[in-house]
């Protein structure tokens, strides 16, 4: 084997793949841990080199520290936007949890953001429950002969949405003219 080509071939891999780390961020503005998921995938998929796993995941590690220190990443920032904009979706803060450690990043963040959304609001749960019951009409969004016979599949999209049983059941027992108030 000659060294100087497989210099040649590292150098190049590495170029190929910050290429692709760079055209992945702008698209999507990823987590650190999905941004290093993609290059793996890209690695196996596109250029299958003769190079040990050991090896391609020390060059990914290089070019994710090196865009973490140039701050086109930046994990904290990314757990605050998602955890807002799923709140503003109506999901509750169980499932906001779940959904930021499915997508990889760590403990302290995840507790900082839904820490920030306990801050802005006084009970963002039942705001949010309030946003479901109003996107997908139940609970106190049907129609008043309709509520009593919808009432467990009712309980059961609240708690699948990750409400807990005492905020399901508060608004769904609730009158469609308070609902309308807090709306």
Do not use: W
Not at 21 to 27: L, M, P, T
Not at 144 to 172: Q, T, W
């Amino acid at each position: 084997m000659d060294p100087i080509s497989n210099k040649k071939d590292f150098e190049d891999l590495t170029i190929k793949l910050r290429d692709l780390a760079y055209s992945y961020i702008e698209k999507y503005n990823p987590s650190r841990q999905q941004t290093k998921t993609f290059l793996l995938k890209k690695y196996l998929t596109k250029f299958q080199g003769s190079k040990s796993r050991k090896e391609v995941s020390e060059i990914i590690d290089k070019i994710v520290f090196s865009l973490e220190k140039n701050n086109y990443l930046n994990d904290a920032l990314y757990s605050d936007s998602k955890a807002r904009n799923l709140y503003r979706r109506g999901y509750s803060l169980n499932k906001i949890s779940y959904s930021l450690k499915s997508k990889g990043l760590e403990e302290k963040f995840i507790k900082e953001s839904i820490d920030k959304i306990k801050n802005e609001k006084p009970d963002p749960d039942f705001i949010s429950a309030i946003k479901i019951c109003k996107k997908k009409r139940i609970g106190p969004m049907r129609p008043g002969a309709n509520r009593e016979l919808f009432y467990k599949k009712d309980m059961g999209v609240l708690a699948r949405s990750g409400f807990s049983y005492d905020i399901s059941k508060k608004l769904l027992t609730m009158d469609e003219s308070e609902f309308k108030k807090l709306i």
